[in-house]
């Protein structure tokens, strides 16, 4: 019998689940959003838009694989998605405590032991998914031992902020390390386009995605007015928590947005292109955090399989005449993307750059780089 | 909405009868098929002769043609009934052969028929090898290096370059027909020499033994959208056949970036190669880098789309068949949840495992290593939220015996090492073996290759089983660890015989039963969750249910309002055991809903209809066992249970069931008891004054002669415990009854033998019939082709009887009204009979449906199972009128054998039962009937020479006038010794050939075939000795290698050769069901 210590889960709404724990013993709270993906716990675990958030995953085998090894700069790891787990904790209805996998360094118990991030397994995490799907995405917290943190509301506080770097950095090239920028950015020797890319809490694969495709990635903090330097095309990055605390940031965009260079966004970088352009933004119920979410091109028979994280969406309705609706969602109708009629300015809602989840819409880093070509 | 024009009439080609590689997985698909072009007001023409599938029913396609899937029958349907569109991806390979064959000739296009969905370009480019690797070299996809060839010798020059182990395998083949590994010259003439019997091309690779075998199901609109509906692993790393192996869904040992890798690999290739509706494309993964290969692409629906569909709960016939007509993905909605698209991946939140059922040892001789070619006979499906719990249902749910992965009796395996390099179908039970053995998990990876998760997973069920066995005493066993025993798949056998230990055997129903109510006092008891395609984002409208220790909350409300009728399915398909207990099963749903109650399957067999959620109210995919059953019952509280038409299984649970005081509807279990406990139906038969072949179950040798000398040689002989090879034999001297009772059986009071008297010459006689407390309310009797000794399963079965007395017809009516009314019989049962002049003998009594059922329901077009459902519910029946069961027709049953997948299988029939499937069709007189049902089963009409041997002077008298009609049609008859001396002496010119025995005499037999002189071969025992069987078995087994027809019943083979040459085969009437 696999010796292991207990662990509750409380939500706030004293509803208590009880589990076991196999990551770090001790306790942590947060907001508790469930994710229906079938793989990418080490994706998932470092997607800073996890920030603040237990996660509860409805797969109910976690750790197969093990976790691959923390290769690469902090600033761009090779296999993860940010320098650290952002997720509170993890949440599973079964552990594996042998891994098996060519690449696994660890297993997934040491990785949360190493972070101090709890995990609990023994959970009915379905029971626990329909109870979030009712009541919508509620707080809660993880005891484990004696120790009660009490409940902690991420979205009460700018975590785009807390997820974003703290200086700019100039991305050269795959593989290369980043440079810190300091003072005035020259012009690609190369001649390449030079993409300025605003950090809410951005995955790695965002600037992988970009640097493959042979340009210069600037990326600043989230509310670094990246107005001071020239660049070729602007990305706004995805990010955890609430779009309205990015104020500084929706007020750049709002200023950039006058030079009618190619503006792109992801997730959070959807939202705050919307707000920008001065629509708003509301709280989903309990958000869509999978791989599975189908959403069509506005306008034609393209659909796609997208993988998604997000607990905020754009109004369609509040999207001035002169946007439009670029993806909807197939389930629930919500907006999975904007653009500009004119302008070359559009945003998607989920997540081309995948990793975790599926590849379909990788492509629209492609439409961004023909845009900057042109 | 996007559909521009839609057909008006639509051809569905079914699979014909079930075989191995190729099952009820498409009756399946093909019942979906039918339901989404009926949605759509299009007129459907089936051809299928499978008339025990529930896609041959009333009311699935507007007409339906119980006739052969060949190019020459189809041909004609289309002539006749002018359809303007085709499917041919719902029918299996045979489906697909056919249409490509119908397509090459022209036949489509000469009658405007338009091949809908997967355009016949791309299902040739995915079935000839050469052309689909360089196909997918096109968009830089790796297949395996094939090179193919037409000859032996450059099949040698071919494995010598790329070095062995090589593979070989035939093109256009189900299910890996003639394939297998090489590892020198010699294995690869032998298997290339097979393998071009079947095929005109044979492909030659490099093996790549020991990677990662992963399969996705991809759908793809005209639109160029797609989605993977699902991902599987297999459990056995690559070198045993999908069929095979042992598959979990979704994979469990990728990482996320292998996943997706993969995916992008499957979405590319299905839009390279431009597959409309569903394909699966098969990899070769490397478990130590991201190097893949990929194996095949399946352009059509297949055995693993219908588990694809099962395990996620998308219907992916019933898309594919939308998609074909012209719809996109995002016209269509998510049947689960109603609301949601089509378009989409399903999430799921639980795990699958697919385990294979074997029944080899049904078979002499045959060869018992599972490899590259498939030999399974059926499968299941166990769903559980931990992989322990699933597998562990998974092995109780294949029905052979075991109870898990532990806790099983002791298998003998001499050499564990060898056995887990060389699988067999015991494979899992070997790793079980080899752990307790003390093999470590990196020992047994390195033997089998099986990833370590698998195995590390497997021993977490191993060490449980451990910990418990250091109890001797419930009380003691920590309460944790009953909870943790369960959440690992534990049933409550396997905790009571780890704790109880040997006392368990003297009452294991009491123990078991302690364990229950034990673990029912700590709340240690399954909840009911509902597979919904989406991990619980959004709510499920269907309930399409399952059974888990690893949670706390049901998903469903129970009312306990007595509203609901649970009927138990049937199980894995096995030899004796398939798609017609899924017609009854499926039948009983319907009726019982239409009668207004709540409608409750349970079933575990993927391939199935009865397991389609929306054939009943609820459906719980889970095991048949006591325990599973009442823990079901006691939530669902249902008006009663119906065990009487998913064939043994729920039978065999009746006098459990009614202890526990559940209402099993019909006729009670104290008489089910009395009709299957031999000794009670014997004596019941006495006082009834009903006669019976003489019997007496015996406990040693001495008694067993002195019966014989009474009764007389042959005895059938059945041990109750067996140790290896077939279950019953038919002994003719005392020496085979000595060496088999040696050999087979362990004779001894704690293992008696029957022993029954054997009647030679007689007819066989099945009496189908519904009753109503002890009274007949429809019946029909069908006789056998064969005589007596062929199990009834493998017989021949024309209904209505043509050749009875109406002496015999009398009396079977009234001795079985006499046993209906002994057994006070409500419901469906079946009797079989032996006669002989006019005498008749009861040889077996089931009071539940019989195979047969959908056969005599459909011919007679009284549906035998709505009767006795209706009886069941307790409604009133009426009698059908008399007129009604006096047809002008014939229908005749044909079994289809699978012998040419078992290799080393001597193909000869006996007592036990050997074959997978079986037609149905129907004719105006027997000839007719005849041949349209032989021609369904693989034989084919021949033209150039017959080889015979005719077994013992009266088989050769049976076949003197087969053989007089073959000679005046013009055909070669060549013969060995005796048979050719008696043809001459007759007056029929036959050329003596030699058998193998003597190698030195000319023409040898053997040679005629691998000349392919000869295009039938008609070889039957002299009797059932051991020597005579082998004397002819290499004939006998050329000819199945060599796929050239086979015979080996006289009566049979008279049948037919009178059948083909009587009739011509354009004087054949392609008429449908509804034309009778």
Same mark, same amino acid.
């Not at chain 1, 933004?281 to 959403?295: A, D, F, I, M």
């Given at each position: 019998?696999?010796?292991?210590?207990?662990?509750?889960?409380i939500?706030?709404?004293?509803t208590?689940?009880?589990?076991?724990?196999?990551?770090?013993?001790?306790?942590?709270?947060?907001?508790?959003?469930?994710?229906?993906?079938?793989?990418?716990?080490?994706?998932?675990?470092?997607?800073?838009?996890?920030?603040?958030?237990?996660?509860?995953?409805?797969?109910?085998?976690?750790?197969?694989?093990?976790?691959?090894?923390?290769?690469?700069?902090?600033?761009?790891k090779?296999?993860?998605?940010?320098?650290?787990?952002?997720?509170?904790?993890?949440?599973?209805q079964?552990?594996?405590?042998?891994?098996?996998?060519?690449?696994?360094?660890?297993s997934?118990?040491?990785?949360?032991?190493?972070?101090k991030?709890?995990?609990?397994?023994?959970?009915?995490?379905?029971?626990?998914?329909?109870?979030?799907r009712?009541?919508?995405?509620?707080?809660?917290?993880?005891?484990?031992?004696?120790?009660?943190?009490?409940?902690?509301d991420p979205?009460?506080?700018?975590?785009?902020?807390?997820?974003?770097?703290?200086?700019?950095m100039?991305?050269?090239?795959?593989?290369?390390?980043?440079?810190?920028?300091?003072?005035?950015?020259?012009?690609?020797?190369?001649?390449?386009?030079?993409?300025?890319?605003?950090?809410?809490?951005?995955?790695?694969?965002?600037?992988?995605?970009?640097?493959?495709?042979?340009?210069r990635?600037?990326r600043?903090?989230?509310?670094?007015d990246?107005?001071?330097?020239?660049?070729?095309?602007?990305?706004?990055?995805?990010?955890?928590?609430?779009?309205?605390?990015?104020?500084?940031?929706?007020?750049?965009?709002?200023?950039?947005m006058?030079?009618?260079?190619?503006?792109?966004?992801?997730?959070?970088?959807?939202?705050?292109?919307?707000k920008a352009?001065?629509?708003?933004?509301y709280?989903?119920?309990?958000?869509?955090r999978?791989?599975?979410?189908?959403?069509?091109?506005?306008?034609?028979?393209q659909?796609?399989?997208t993988?998604?994280?997000?607990?905020?969406?754009?109004?369609?309705d509040?999207?001035?005449?002169?946007?439009?609706?670029?993806?909807?969602?197939?389930?629930?109708g919500?907006?999975?993307?904007?653009?500009?009629?004119?302008?070359p300015?559009?945003?998607?809602?989920?997540h081309?750059?995948?990793?975790s989840?599926?590849?379909?819409?990788?492509f629209?880093?492609?439409?961004?780089?023909?845009?900057?070509?042109? | 909405?996007?559909?521009?024009?839609?057909?008006?009439?639509?051809?569905?080609l079914?699979s014909?009868?079930?075989?191995?590689?190729?099952?009820?997985?498409?009756?399946?698909?093909?019942?979906?098929?039918?339901k989404?072009?009926?949605?759509e007001?299009?007129?459907?023409?089936?051809?299928?002769?499978?008339?025990?599938t529930?896609?041959?029913?009333?009311?699935?396609?507007?007409?339906?043609?119980?006739?052969?899937?060949t190019?020459?029958?189809?041909?004609?349907?289309?002539?006749k009934?002018?359809?303007?569109? &085709?499917?041919l991806?719902?029918?299996?390979?045979?489906?697909?052969?056919?249409?490509?064959?119908?397509?090459?000739k022209?036949?489509?296009?000469?009658?405007?028929?338009?091949?809908?969905?997967?355009?016949?370009?791309?299902?040739?480019? /995915?079935e000839d090898?050469?052309?689909?690797?360089?196909?997918?070299?096109?968009?830089?996809?790796?297949?395996?290096?094939?090179?193919?060839?037409?000859?032996?010798?450059?099949?040698?020059?071919?494995?010598?370059? @790329?070095?062995?182990?090589?593979?070989?395998?035939?093109?256009?083949? @189900?299910?890996?027909?003639?394939?297998?590994?090489?590892?020198?010259?010699?294995?690869?003439?032998?298997?290339?020499?097979?393998?071009?019997?079947?095929?005109?091309?044979?492909?030659?690779?490099k093996?790549?033994?020991?990677w990662?075998?992963v399969?996705?199901?991809?759908?793809?609109?005209?639109?160029d959208?797609?989605?993977t509906?699902?991902? #599987?692993?297999?459990?056995?790393?690559?070198?045993?056949? /999908?069929?095979?192996?042992?598959? &979990?869904?979704?994979?469990?040992?990728?990482?996320?970036?292998?996943?997706?890798?993969?995916?992008?690999?499957?979405?590319?290739?299905?839009?390279?190669?431009g597959?409309?509706?569903?394909?699966?494309?098969?990899?070769?993964?490397?478990?130590?880098?991201?190097?893949?290969?990929?194996?095949?692409v399946?352009?059509?629906?297949?055995?693993?789309?219908?588990?694809?569909?099962?395990?996620?709960?998308?219907?992916?016939?019933?898309?594919?068949?939308?998609?074909?007509?012209?719809y996109?993905l995002?016209?269509?909605?998510n049947?689960?949840?109603?609301?949601?698209?089509?378009?989409?991946?399903?999430?799921?939140?639980?795990?699958?495992?697919?385990?294979?059922?074997?029944?080899?040892?049904?078979?002499?001789?045959?060869?018992?290593?599972?490899?590259?070619? #498939?030999?399974?006979?059926g499968? &299941?499906?166990?769903?559980?939220?931990t992989?322990?719990e699933?597998?562990?249902?998974?092995?109780?749910?294949?029905?052979?015996?075991?109870?898990?992965?532990?806790?099983?009796?002791?298998i003998s395996?001499?050499?564990?090492?060898?056995?887990?390099?060389?699988?067999?179908?015991?494979?899992?039970?070997?790793?079980?073996?080899?752990?307790?053995e003390?093999?470590?998990?990196?020992?047994?990876?390195?033997?089998?290759?099986?990833d370590?998760?698998?195995l590390?997973? @497997?021993?977490?069920?191993?060490?449980?089983?451990?910990?418990?066995?250091?109890?001797?005493?419930?009380?003691?066993?920590?309460?944790?660890?009953?909870?943790?025993?369960?959440?690992q798949?534990f049933?409550d056998?396997?905790?009571?015989?780890?704790?109880?230990?040997?006392?368990?055997?003297?009452?294991?129903?009491?123990?078991?039963l302690?364990?229950?109510?034990?673990?029912?006092?700590?709340?240690?008891?399954?909840?009911?969750?509902q597979?919904?395609?989406?991990?619980?984002?959004?709510?499920?409208?269907?309930?399409?249910?399952?059974?888990?220790?690893?949670? /706390?909350?049901?998903?469903?409300?129970?009312?306990?309002?007595?509203?609901?009728?649970?009927?138990?399915?049937?199980?894995?398909?096995?030899?004796?055991?398939?798609?017609?207990?899924?017609?009854c099963?499926?039948?009983?749903?319907?009726?019982?809903?239409?009668?207004?109650?709540?409608?409750?399957?349970?079933?575990?067999?993927?391939?199935?209809?009865?397991?389609?959620?929306?054939?009943?109210?609820?459906?719980?995919f889970?095991?048949?066992?006591?325990?599973?059953?009442?823990?079901?019952?006691?939530?669902?509280?249902?008006?009663?249970?119906?065990?009487s038409?998913?064939g043994?299984?729920?039978n065999?649970?009746a006098?459990?069931?009614?202890?526990?005081?559940?209402?099993?509807?019909?006729?009670?279990?104290?008489?089910?008891?009395?009709?299957?406990?031999?000794?009670?139906f014997?004596?019941?038969?006495?006082s009834?004054?009903?006669?019976q072949?003489?019997?007496?179950?015996?406990?040693?040798?001495?008694?067993?002669?002195?019966?014989?000398?009474?009764?007389?040689?042959?005895?059938?002989?059945?041990?109750?415990?067996?140790l290896?090879?077939?279950?019953?034999?038919?002994?003719?001297?005392?020496?085979?009854?000595?060496?088999?009772?040696?050999?087979?059986?362990?004779?001894?009071?704690?293992?008696?033998?029957?022993?029954?008297?054997?009647?030679?010459?007689a007819?066989?006689?099945?009496?189908?019939?519904?009753?109503?407390?002890?009274?007949?309310k429809?019946?029909?009797?069908?006789?056998?082709?064969?005589?007596?000794?062929?199990?009834?399963?493998?017989?021949?079965i024309?209904?209505?009887?043509?050749?009875?007395?109406?002496?015999?017809?009398?009396?079977?009516?009234?001795?079985?009204?006499?046993?209906?009314?002994?057994?006070d019989?409500s419901?469906?049962f079946?009797?079989?009979?032996?006669?002989?002049?006019?005498?008749i003998?009861?040889?077996?009594?089931?009071?539940?449906?019989?195979?047969?059922?959908?056969?005599?329901?459909?011919?007679?077009?009284?549906?035998?199972?709505?009767l006795?459902?209706? &009886? #069941?519910?307790?409604?009133?029946?009426?009698?059908?009128?008399?007129?009604?069961?006096?047809?002008?027709?014939?229908?005749?049953?044909?079994?289809?054998?699978s012998?040419?997948?078992l290799?080393?299988?001597?193909?000869?029939?006996?007592?036990?039962?050997?074959?997978?499937?079986?037609?149905?069709?129907?004719?105006?007189?027997t000839?007719?009937?005849v041949i349209?049902?032989?021609?369904?089963?693989?034989?084919?009409?021949?033209h150039?020479?017959?080889l015979?041997?005719?077994?013992?002077?009266?088989?050769?008298?049976?076949?003197?006038?087969a053989?007089?009609?073959?000679?005046?049609?013009?055909?070669?008859?060549?013969?060995t010794?005796?048979?050719?001396?008696?043809?001459?002496?007759?007056?029929?010119?036959?050329?003596?050939?030699?058998w193998?025995s003597?190698?030195?005499?000319?023409?040898?037999?053997?040679?005629?075939?691998?000349?392919?002189?000869?295009?039938?071969?008609?070889?039957?025992?002299?009797n059932?000795?051991?020597t005579?069987?082998?004397?002819?078995?290499?004939?006998?087994?050329?000819?199945?290698?060599l796929?050239?027809?086979?015979?080996?019943?006289?009566r049979?083979?008279?049948?037919?050769?009178?059948?083909? /040459?009587?009739?011509?085969?354009?004087?054949?009437?392609?008429?449908?069901?509804?034309?009778?």
């Amino acid at each position: 019998m696999q010796a292991s210590t207990e662990a509750l889960l409380i939500l706030e709404d004293g509803t208590i689940f009880r589990g076991r724990s196999f990551g770090y013993e001790g306790s942590a709270a947060g907001e508790v959003v469930f994710n229906t993906a079938m793989t990418g716990y080490p994706e998932s675990l470092t997607d800073p838009s996890y920030e603040g958030q237990i996660l509860v995953t409805t797969f109910p085998q976690l750790g197969n694989y093990g976790v691959p090894p923390a290769d690469g700069d902090d600033a761009l790891k090779d296999f993860f998605e940010g320098s650290r787990i952002h997720c509170r904790a993890i949440i599973a209805q079964d552990y594996a405590f042998h891994h098996s996998h060519w690449l696994a360094e660890r297993s997934l118990a040491q990785w949360l032991k190493d972070e101090k991030i709890p995990g609990i397994y023994g959970i009915d995490t379905r029971a626990l998914t329909k109870h979030l799907r009712e009541h919508g995405s509620m707080l809660g917290k993880i005891i484990i031992g004696s120790e009660d943190p009490g409940f902690y509301d991420p979205n009460a506080e700018n975590l785009i902020a807390i997820a974003s770097c703290d200086k700019p950095m100039v991305f050269d090239a795959p593989g290369a390390a980043p440079v810190a920028l300091d003072g005035t950015l020259e012009p690609d020797s190369q001649g390449r386009p030079t993409v300025a890319l605003v950090d809410c809490g951005i995955k790695h694969n965002i600037i992988r995605c970009l640097l493959k495709r042979g340009v210069r990635v600037v990326r600043v903090p989230w509310d670094y007015d990246f107005n001071t330097f020239a660049w070729d095309g602007l990305f706004i990055s995805n990010g955890p928590g609430n779009p309205d605390f990015a104020t500084a940031t929706v007020e750049n965009i709002r200023r950039a947005m006058t030079a009618g260079k190619p503006i792109c966004g992801i997730c959070m970088g959807n939202q705050l292109l919307a707000k920008a352009a001065g629509a708003k933004t509301y709280k989903l119920k309990y958000g869509h955090r999978s791989h599975n979410q189908p959403v069509r091109r506005l306008g034609t028979t393209q659909c796609f399989v997208t993988s998604q994280n997000h607990g905020f969406a754009v109004d369609n309705d509040t999207l001035p005449a002169d946007w439009e609706p670029l993806f909807i969602n197939m389930n629930d109708g919500t907006n999975e993307g904007i653009r500009h009629k004119s302008m070359p300015f559009f945003s998607a809602q989920f997540h081309p750059e995948a990793s975790s989840g599926p590849r379909d819409t990788e492509f629209l880093f492609d439409e961004f780089i023909a845009l900057l070509k042109k | 909405m996007t559909l521009e024009k839609k057909p008006q009439k639509v051809l569905l080609l079914g699979s014909g009868a079930l075989k191995i590689g190729e099952a009820g997985e498409f009756d399946y698909s093909g019942a979906q098929a039918l339901k989404a072009l009926r949605q759509e007001n299009i007129t459907t023409v089936l051809v299928n002769p499978n008339i025990a599938t529930v896609q041959t029913s009333e009311g699935m396609a507007d007409k339906i043609y119980f006739l052969p899937v060949t190019p020459y029958f189809v041909e004609r349907v289309i002539e006749k009934e002018r359809p303007d569109g &085709v499917l041919l991806a719902f029918g299996g390979q045979t489906a697909l052969n056919c249409g490509v064959e119908l397509w090459k000739k022209g036949v489509f296009e000469k009658y405007g028929v338009e091949v809908l969905g997967t355009p016949v370009q791309t299902i040739m480019d /995915t079935e000839d090898r050469e052309l689909f690797v360089e196909r997918l070299r096109e968009i830089d996809v790796k297949t395996i290096k094939s090179e193919a060839v037409e000859t032996a010798a450059d099949a040698l020059i071919v494995a010598n370059r @790329l070095g062995y182990p090589v593979i070989v395998r035939a093109a256009y083949a @189900l299910g890996g027909l003639g394939s297998g590994f090489c590892d020198n010259d010699d294995e690869l003439v032998a298997l290339v020499e097979k393998a071009l019997s079947f095929s005109p091309q044979v492909l030659v690779e490099k093996s790549l033994k020991g990677w990662k075998e992963v399969e996705y199901e991809v759908v793809r609109d005209r639109f160029d959208n797609c989605i993977t509906v699902c991902n #599987m692993e297999n459990f056995d790393p690559l070198g045993i056949h /999908t069929g095979e192996s042992i598959v &979990v869904a979704p994979s469990q040992t990728l990482s996320n970036d292998d996943y997706h890798y993969l995916r992008s690999l499957a979405i590319k290739i299905i839009r390279h190669v431009g597959i409309v509706g569903e394909c699966n494309v098969q990899y070769a993964y490397d478990p130590a880098s991201m190097d893949y290969r990929v194996i095949e692409v399946n352009a059509r629906l297949s055995r693993s789309s219908a588990l694809a569909s099962k395990a996620t709960g998308y219907p992916l016939a019933f898309v594919a068949a939308k998609l074909a007509l012209g719809y996109g993905l995002f016209d269509l909605n998510n049947s689960v949840t109603q609301c949601t698209s089509a378009f989409f991946e399903p999430a799921l939140d639980y795990v699958v495992v697919k385990i294979p059922r074997w029944d080899l040892g049904k078979f002499h001789g045959v060869d018992r290593h599972i490899g590259s070619s #498939m030999k399974s006979v059926g499968e &299941v499906m166990a769903i559980g939220r931990t992989f322990e719990e699933a597998i562990q249902k998974g092995l109780r749910m294949i029905g052979q015996g075991m109870h898990g992965f532990t806790e099983n009796r002791e298998i003998s395996i001499p050499d564990v090492e060898a056995a887990l390099k060389e699988p067999t179908d015991k494979r899992i039970f070997v790793i079980a073996k080899a752990f307790k053995e003390g093999y470590t998990v990196d020992q047994i990876h390195n033997l089998t290759k099986i990833d370590r998760w698998f195995l590390y997973k @497997l021993r977490n069920i191993i060490d449980t089983s451990a910990e418990l066995e250091t109890f001797n005493d419930l009380a003691q066993v920590p309460d944790m660890l009953v909870r943790i025993a369960k959440e690992q798949g534990f049933s409550d056998f396997q905790i009571a015989r780890s704790i109880f230990k040997d006392s368990f055997a003297d009452d294991t129903d009491g123990y078991i039963l302690k364990v229950r109510n034990h673990r029912k006092a700590l709340g240690i008891v399954p909840v009911v969750k509902q597979i919904d395609t989406l991990a619980a984002e959004y709510p499920a409208a269907t309930n399409y249910l399952y059974l888990t220790y690893n949670g /706390t909350e049901n998903d469903v409300d129970y009312r306990g309002d007595k509203k609901s009728v649970v009927v138990l399915g049937s199980g894995a398909y096995r030899i004796g055991s398939s798609v017609e207990f899924d017609w009854c099963s499926v039948n009983a749903l319907l009726t019982a809903r239409r009668e207004g109650w709540r409608s409750v399957m349970i079933n575990y067999n993927p391939e199935t209809v009865s397991t389609d959620y929306d054939i009943c109210d609820r459906l719980y995919f889970d095991e048949l066992t006591y325990e599973r059953v009442m823990d079901i019952l006691e939530m669902e509280c249902p008006h009663g249970v119906i065990l009487s038409v998913g064939g043994q299984i729920p039978n065999n649970l009746a006098t459990r069931l009614d202890a526990a005081g559940v209402n099993i509807l019909g006729t009670t279990a104290a008489s089910i008891d009395r009709a299957e406990d031999r000794n009670k139906f014997s004596a019941m038969l006495d006082s009834l004054g009903i006669d019976q072949p003489r019997w007496r179950e015996l406990t040693d040798f001495a008694d067993i002669e002195e019966f014989v000398e009474e009764v007389g040689y042959p005895v059938l002989v059945r041990p109750s415990y067996v140790l290896s090879g077939a279950a019953m034999n038919v002994c003719s001297n005392p020496d085979e009854l000595r060496r088999f009772l040696k050999l087979a059986a362990n004779v001894s009071k704690k293992h008696p033998v029957v022993v029954s008297e054997f009647v030679q010459y007689a007819k066989e006689i099945e009496m189908d019939a519904v009753a109503d407390h002890g009274e007949i309310k429809a019946y029909a009797i069908s006789e056998h082709i064969e005589f007596a000794g062929v199990h009834s399963g493998d017989a021949t079965i024309q209904f209505p009887p043509q050749k009875l007395y109406v002496e015999t017809m009398r009396r079977i009516k009234k001795v079985s009204a006499a046993i209906a009314k002994a057994l006070d019989i409500s419901g469906p049962f079946n009797i079989q009979f032996l006669a002989k002049n006019n005498d008749i003998k009861v040889i077996e009594c089931n009071l539940r449906a019989s195979r047969s059922f959908p056969f005599v329901s459909k011919v007679l077009k009284i549906n035998f199972i709505d009767l006795a459902t209706r &009886v #069941m519910l307790g409604l009133p029946v009426e009698k059908p009128a008399k007129s009604a069961f006096d047809l002008d027709y014939v229908g005749i049953k044909a079994s289809q054998f699978s012998f040419s997948r078992l290799g080393g299988a001597d193909p000869v029939l006996g007592v036990d039962m050997s074959s997978t499937g079986e037609v149905g069709c129907l004719g105006d007189d027997t000839d007719e009937a005849v041949i349209k049902a032989l021609l369904a089963v693989g034989l084919r009409i021949p033209h150039k020479a017959v080889l015979m041997s005719t077994g013992s002077p009266k088989q050769k008298a049976d076949m003197l006038e087969a053989a007089h009609l073959l000679h005046k049609a013009g055909l070669t008859i060549y013969a060995t010794g005796g048979t050719c001396q008696y043809l001459n002496e007759n007056g029929i010119p036959a050329i003596r050939v030699y058998w193998p025995s003597t190698p030195d005499q000319m023409p040898q037999a053997l040679d005629l075939l691998h000349e392919r002189k000869v295009d039938l071969v008609v070889n039957m025992p002299k009797n059932f000795t051991g020597t005579e069987l082998s004397n002819g078995r290499k004939i006998r087994r050329a000819a199945i290698d060599l796929n050239i027809p086979l015979l080996t019943n006289s009566r049979l083979a008279s049948a037919f050769i009178r059948a083909f /040459t009587n009739l011509p085969l354009d004087k054949i009437e392609i008429k449908s069901w509804d034309e009778y």
